[in-house]
């Protein structure tokens, strides 16, 4: 168990939704990092956190935006969902967001019919 | 963009062979190189983090080097137990940004 928890871990929508999904990072860290795994493709970097500060951006679009909170969890929207929007979404922490070890979370697993 | 590229993409082998596998990676704007487990139905858990030209790190019956002016790194596995079986992951840290680019890992499988 990392100490990084996510929710939901499963969830099912239909294309056109908007769905939100939550993590927590470990106590003590500070950074969140956002993560996408599609069938064919590596562990894709979508967004990261520092403090409620975003400090860096990979390949995220448009339709999808995050936050990180005051107490630190870190939310993930995602909204007019597209059938290519299916994936394991990871969410990550570390204490400084350096380049140091992440923790990851057990994901969430969208499906979108 | 940049490109991570692991080597073999997957590894059947048999209980006890000691194996290795590599991750290639910009040699330029190096800052840091980390290698993660990934079992099936788990999430990557981390293995090492390697910072230095030459380094070698070493977690039982793993271990790692490091090369940063050729780019690349090996990882080894001594004696392989079919608890091994996992995809292990390396990813590129560069130093602008300190963001990790994965490359598509190796899926190794042991046979008992």
Same mark, same amino acid.
């Given at each position: 168990d990392s100490g990084v928890t996510q929710t939901p871990k499963h969830l099912i929508t239909a294309t056109g939704q908007r769905v939100t999904l939550r993590c927590s990072p470990r106590s003590g860290d500070l950074s969140v990092y956002w993560y996408q795994q599609s069938l064919?493709?590596?562990?894709q970097f979508l967004i990261q956190y520092y403090n409620g500060e975003e400090r860096a951006k990979g390949?995220? *679009?448009?339709r999808f935006s995050a936050q990180q909170f005051p107490d630190l969890h870190s939310e993930l929207n995602l909204s007019? *969902?597209? *059938?290519?929007?299916s994936a394991l979404y990871f969410c990550a922490s570390s204490q400084?967001?350096?380049g140091e070890t992440q923790y990851f979370g057990p994901g969430t697993r969208l499906l979108v019919l | 963009i940049l490109n991570v590229e692991q080597s073999p993409q997957s590894l059947h082998v048999q209980e006890g062979d000691s194996t290795n596998f590599t991750c290639s990676f910009p040699?330029?704007?190096?800052?840091a190189l980390h290698w993660y487990r990934w079992e099936t139905a788990k999430s990557p858990e981390a293995l090492f983090v390697m910072t230095l030209n030459g380094d070698e790190k070493k977690k039982g019956r793993i271990s790692a080097t490091l090369n940063t002016k050729e780019g690349y790194s090996y990882l080894y596995i001594k004696?392989?137990?079919?608890?091994?079986s996992a995809t292990y992951l390396c990813a590129f840290v560069g130093g602008s940004n300190y963001k990790l680019t994965f490359g598509k890992g190796t899926l190794l499988t042991v046979n008992p």
């Open positions: 064919d493709q590596g562990l390949n995220i *679009l448009e007019s *969902l597209e *059938l290519g929007d400084r967001g350096g | 040699s330029s704007n190096f800052y004696g392989s137990q079919p608890e091994d």
